[in-house]
């Protein structure tokens, strides 16, 4: 690559990273609404009582835009997008054990 | 433009029953979903299906793509003949957002979307993910990518372009597996004078030779001899900063998980090494060889499978 490419830098969506309940909805463009009925699924577990006090962490982003994708594309309901992230989790759990080299 | 066969895409017949159709679709949706599928080309695949179902669900578009009949083969080079539309009238796209569809589709069937963007509706951009594929030295290390994306445009003449974009991004020193980066205002174009939405870069992580990644971890199988694990040892082991001397402690066994702390990818906190020992025995393939294992058969007893009543 020729010298002097600029490169841009991106936020990294990890744990570090802290959304509000409006923060979270206006990245994913959904309404705030549809953003607690991801949290009474227990789809997405913010820290904090009242959803005026929720924080996300980062990765709670992907995970409400993967139902978001879910719910669109293969025409689930909450109840079904929360039971295929949630066997998406167990995937993946599984594979990180067969990585770790467990039993 | 590449003919596209949306019979061949949906793996149905030219014949097949609209519900035949819908349920080839809809399989395929599940398995090519791009956050259920872990192949490298589900986003590609996912596309192209919706684009096949979109013109073989609605009769009419279906009856228009037929009257190319059997004869074109995927990939061939394709012009629609002049006024092939006539007698045709297009209900337009639904749900799919047809703008990412191909060149093909969108010189067939373009007119519905090109209506739907002239509307002088205003709407932030749409969010865009796309994957990045890099080497585990990467993550480690950090990296620099140069990341080819299409961005669909609306030319003057109102149709929608497929312009190639090229993004060149940094990556950053402790990325993991799936994380995802947010460039902000780098996804799709907004409509009207909407501002522009973000693209989030999924980073995928190569296998490795050596390591396995979980996490900030690094897991690592190391082979070590009989004598080493029962006397004990310092070995060299790779880590992905360099080699580092590894003390095995006297009387380990087989699968013996040593940790080499802050030794996996930096991060606060860093990720550690995990060092697996594996055993592996010399082969008896000499005379003097089997003359030693048969002493140690005399002279170090031991029955592995007494808890198993053995």
């Known amino acids: 690559m020729a010298t002097g490419t600029r490169f841009i830098s991106g936020l990294v969506m990890d744990e570090n990273v802290t959304l509000t309940l409006g923060e979270l909805s206006r990245s994913c463009g959904v309404s705030a609404e549809w953003v607690i009925e991801l ?13 005026s006090e ?14 978001l994708r879910l719910v669109q594309d293969l025409r689930l309901n909450l109840a079904g997008a929360a039971l295929a992230l949630e066997l998406l989790d167990e995937i993946e759990e599984l594979r990180c054990q067969v990585r770790r080299g467990e039993p | 433009m590449e003919f596209k066969d949306y019979y061949r895409i949906l793996g149905v017949s030219r014949d097949a029953s609209q519900d035949d159709i819908k349920r080839a679709y809809r399989k395929l949706a599940r398995k090519y979903h791009p956050d259920v599928s872990k192949e490298a080309d589900a986003e590609q695949r996912f596309k192209e299906v919706g684009e096949a179902y979109e013109v073989l ?56 979307a090109r209506a739907r963007h002239r509307s002088g509706f205003r709407a932030r951009g749409e969010d865009q993910v796309a994957r990045v594929t890099i080497d585990l030295e990467d993550a480690y290390r950090g990296a620099t990518r140069a990341i080819g994306l299409t961005v669909p445009e609306l030319s003057p003449e109102g149709h929608v372009v497929n312009r190639p974009r090229t993004l060149n991004v940094k990556i950053p020193a402790g990325i993991t597996e799936g994380q ?47 004598w080493e694990v029962a006397l004990g040892a310092t070995v060299t082991v790779p880590t992905l900063g360099g080699n580092v001397e590894l003390k095995i402690p006297a009387g380990s066994q087989n699968d013996r998980k040593l940790r080499l702390k802050g030794r996996g990818l930096p991060g606060d906190p860093p990720g550690d090494q995990y060092v697996i020992l594996k055993l592996v025995t010399p082969p008896a393939d000499s005379e003097q060889a089997r003359a030693f294992y048969e002493r140690m058969a005399r002279e170090l007893p031991m029955n592995p499978r007494r808890d198993m009543g053995g």
Not at chain 1, 39 to 51: C, F, I, K, S, T
Not at chain 2, 103 to 111: T, V
């Open chain 2, 180 to 226: 995802r980066i947010r460039l902000a205002g780098q996804g799709a174009p907004g409509i009207g004078n909407g501002p522009p939405g973000d693209l989030y870069l999924e980073v995928v992580i190569r296998p490795h030779r050596l390591f396995r990644l979980d996490k900030r971890d690094i897991y690592l199988d190391l082979p070590v001899t009989p």
């Open chain 1, 54 to 67: 929720w924080r996300f962490q980062g990765d709670a982003l992907r995970r409400a835009q993967t139902a």
């Open chain 2, 57 to 112: 669900k609605d009769p009419e578009k279906r009856k228009a793509y037929d009257q190319f009949g059997a004869n074109w083969k995927e990939g061939q080079e394709f012009r629609p003949p002049p006024g092939w539309e006539h007698g045709f009238e297009f209900s337009g796209g639904g749900f799919t957002d047809t703008a990412d569809f191909s060149d093909f589709f969108e010189a067939l069937f373009g007119r519905a």
């Open chain 1, 39 to 51: 949290v009474d699924e227990g789809v997405l577990q913010p820290l904090g009582r009242h959803p």
